[in-house]
């Protein structure tokens, strides 16, 4: 049977995310005959922003050891960063995934998404207003279920001491404010077993499922 949906995985560093994705993706691929796509955090329509400068593909939003060791960019930087996610993200959606799911019937899996850019932009070197940020990404298409990520603050910085633990309580809240106010999104406490997490994370995609076959 064919069960195509998208869905997010996001969370701050530390919070499990490689785990969870890693341990659900088989079980999604048994469901799902048509399989699976993964990304990592876009759509990735558009090339890495390191392709320009004719450095390697390797760019913020992939997997980092330090998220924040970069200066942010000035003003112009920071816009130009915005503008060209923001694009990848719209055009990105309806050129690229849209078809996946929808043409090819596959579960369309990303390793966060715009949210995270929302929620930490520093991690990609973008110094803009929150506010902002939000309002342009608002007319972007919310994946069909979001599934924030995350436990105690302490505990999350105690796995990954990468930014400082206060920045970690910042993400941690902001990841349940957006659980609570997005009916899309479902929290999910990483902090319990990882049998206990998984099944959060099952029941969370089985219900998100019920309510589109609705």
């Not at 957006?178 to 999910?188: D, H, I, P």
Request: with cysteine; hydrophobic share 35%.
């Amino acid at each position: 049977m064919n069960r195509k949906m998208i869905i997010a995985f996001t969370g701050t560093d530390g919070s499990g995310k490689s785990t969870v994705i890693d341990r659900i993706t088989p079980w999604l691929e048994q469901m799902n005959q048509s399989g699976v796509h993964y990304e990592h955090l876009r759509p990735n329509w558009l090339p890495p922003l390191s392709r320009y400068s004719g450095a390697s593909n390797i760019e913020a939003t992939q997997q980092v050891q330090s998220p924040h060791e970069k200066t942010p960019s000035g003003l112009l930087g920071s816009l130009f960063r915005l503008c060209y996610y923001f694009l990848d993200y719209l055009f990105g959606y309806w050129a690229k995934i849209r078809p996946i799911a929808s043409k090819g019937g596959k579960i369309c899996l990303f390793d966060r998404y715009y949210h995270d850019i929302v929620i930490d932009p520093r991690r990609l070197r973008i110094s803009l207003p929150n506010q902002l940020i939000s309002l342009l990404f608002s007319v972007v298409p919310s994946p069909d279920l979001i599934i924030c990520l995350g436990a105690d603050p302490e505990l999350i910085y105690a796995r990954k001491p990468e930014t400082s633990l206060e920045e970690v309580r910042r993400q941690v809240e902001s990841l349940k404010q957006l659980s609570l106010r997005e009916g899309k999104a479902a929290w999910v406490d990483t902090g319990q077993s990882i049998e206990d997490t998984l099944a959060q994370v099952v029941g969370a995609i089985k219900d998100s499922m019920q309510m589109k076959n609705k």
